[in-house]
């Protein structure tokens, strides 16, 4: 079966709303398939160019971004974070690098639990927080998934570092360069955010007995991520969220992210990323153990985790993208149908490519 059949398939049965999937080999678009709606309220057709915001699949761009500034000198792997951002060393976080932010490592994956989605648009407030933060462990020791502070600690390096948003830097140095300045985004001008896709809730909300449930069997989860930050279709849709810098996830397209991976591993029209002596330092295992906050087995490259070959980042709503050093080949599944942590459409989608 194609990947176009796959996809209409998923969509005439239910499981999905929207699909976009995208395959880039050796710097040409080879597959850019598309399925169903963008808004089903409306009736307005997902297309390639719809950007969906696709929870942490966008920090595949935060970390690339980090790289492109380690290239041009602004800091290196080993640099302090307190060299850029001196406050950070309280509660002994001196020891904490750019290498420890890009490897999930510093310590600080857990936010307060009055933590609200308006705080996280106020930019300088979750910084002070992250600043003045206890390390859960020494910095450079363990590892564990920082879900939403990973987009602030390196979106602070980069501001620190140039004196710019990280939104702007991903515009001038990633998207602007491969033509994809309407399909790659931090913040989404609230003028553009009428082309987005809506995102559908997959199930009902979670209800107070399934977040007791889910406490008492993974009690770091909601100290990571705070009752009201847990993923949803209803906290991404908010405008004020859309149009604010999270760059803990991001608003793309498949084939925008697809083209966006592919650039570090050769030439895109003309446009190449990173150096082949840089990518073949983001691409080795920089750490491995258990994962401090899901107890899951880790295994990460400079700021990507290591899927089998290939490197990049799921999302919480099923969406995924990755690029394969030793292959050349990228791949993206994005959709916005918010199924939390299923990746059935991804795997459906993968099986039709082998095949």
């Known amino acids: 079966m194609s990947v176009q059949d796959t996809i209409d398939e998923l969509v005439a049965e239910g499981v999905e709303t929207g699909v976009q999937v995208a395959v880039y080999e050796h710097g040409e678009l080879v597959v850019d398939a598309v399925a169903g709606l963008a808004d089903p309220a409306t009736g307005r057709a997902m297309t390639p160019d719809t950007p969906i915001f696709s929870t942490s699949t966008g920090k595949g761009m935060t970390a690339t971004v980090l790289h492109i500034l380690v290239q041009r000198g602004v800091f290196g792997y080993d640099t302090p974070v307190t060299e850029l951002w001196p406050e950070f060393g309280a509660h002994g976080k001196q020891a904490a690098t750019v290498r420890h932010v890009l490897t999930h490592a ?9 933590t609200t989605p308006e ?18 462990w020494e910095p450079g020791t ?24 990280i939104d702007q830097v991903l515009l001038e140095e990633v998207a602007a360069p491969l033509g994809l300045s309407q399909e790659l985004y931090f913040a989404v001008p609230p003028a553009e955010q009428a082309r987005l896709a809506r995102l559908v809730p997959g199930g009902p909300p979670m209800d107070e007995a ?3 449930q889910l406490t008492e069997a993974m009690p770091l989860l909601f100290k990571a991520a705070p009752p009201a930050l847990q993923p949803s279709a209803e906290l991404y849709n908010r405008t004020d969220f859309l149009s604010a ?23 895109v029209d003309g446009v190449r990323l990173l150096t082949p002596e840089t990518l073949d330092l983001v691409s080795a295992v920089a ?8 107890g899951n087995p880790a295994r990460l490259a400079l700021g990507y985790a290591v899927i089998g070959g290939a490197l990049g980042w799921s999302g919480a709503n099923g969406s995924h ?32 490519l082998a095949g």
């Open 287 to 294: 750490i491995e153990g258990t994962d401090q906050v899901f």
């Open 210 to 212: 399934t977040i007791r």
């Open 245 to 267: 810098n999270v760059p803990a996830g991001g608003t793309v397209t498949a084939r925008g992210i697809a083209r966006m991976y592919a650039a570090p591993l050769g030439e």
């Open 321 to 352: 993208a990755e690029f394969d050093p030793a292959t050349g080949r990228t791949f993206a599944v994005t959709k916005n149908r918010f199924g939390a942590g299923d990746f059935n459409t991804v795997e459906r989608v993968r099986a039709a």
């Open 142 to 165: 363990r590892t564990g998934y920082h879900a939403i502070t990973f987009g602030y600690l390196a979106g602070e390096l980069v501001r620190r570092g140039t004196g710019k948003p």
């Open 119 to 136: 705080d996280l648009a106020d930019w300088a407030r979750m910084c002070e927080v992250l600043a003045d933060a206890e390390p859960w």
């Open 106 to 114: 510093v310590g600080v994956p857990g936010l307060p639990a009055d």
